[in-house]
């Protein structure tokens, strides 16, 4: 799949980060596009809109933003911070389990775990909504949104590098989890597309 590139320049680092997620592979069912990033948070940043589509239903929404600046910000403790949103509709029973919120934020505990993604600082929203219909509308059955709204800092490993490509999966994972996919087996990679 061919995006349009919104970002461009910066530090090596951020330069090289971009190109790195601009060769990510997600799910086949994972569409990404590079949208353009918010200019007031950090000096540098990118951006991608992910959508999780089964033919032509839209199971899942997200947007995942790399920030990059090089003062290692104290509230960031470090260099590049990721920020994310995964929203989805479920079934409304699913809206009254108590547990939801705190079962949502596991999907992206284990979605880190599982990409291998080293990060701190992590910190985030579960967020449910209720929606029922009336009047003319009332034979629309109740339904649940749920969206997840997280940020982490990217921590380098003990050679000093960032690899923002495990951020990408672990935010591809969870996508993909609150869309209500089945994970993929272990050692089976998917044939997804490319971005750039």
């Known amino acids: 799949m061919s995006v349009h590139r919104v970002s461009s320049g910066g530090p090596t680092a ?40 089964l033919g032509e239903d839209e199971l899942a929404t997200g947007r995942f933003i790399l920030l990059h600046d090089p003062s290692a910000p104290a509230e960031w403790d470090g260099t590049f911070r990721v920020v994310t949103y995964a929203r989805a509709d479920l079934e409304a029973d699913l809206g009254s389990d108590p547990l939801l919120g705190q079962v949502s934020w596991t999907w992206l505990e284990d979605g880190l775990a599982s990409a291998g993604a080293r990060a701190a600082r992590v910190g985030g929203t579960v967020t449910r909504v209720l929606s029922e219909s009336y009047g003319d509308l009332a034979d629309r059955e109740p339904s649940v949104d749920v969206e997840l709204r997280a940020s982490w800092t990217a921590e380098p490993d003990a050679a000093g590098h960032v690899d923002v490509t495990t951020h990408l999966h672990a935010w591809g994972e969870l996508l993909c989890t609150v869309a209500g996919l089945p994970p993929l087996p272990e050692g089976v990679a998917s044939l997804g597309r490319r971005h750039r």
């Open 14 to 53: 951020f330069v090289e980060a971009v190109a790195a997620l601009r060769d990510v592979r997600l799910r086949a069912e994972v569409q990404l596009t590079e949208v353009p990033a918010p200019a007031r948070i950090a000096p540098h940043a990118v951006a991608l809109a992910g959508d999780v589509l």
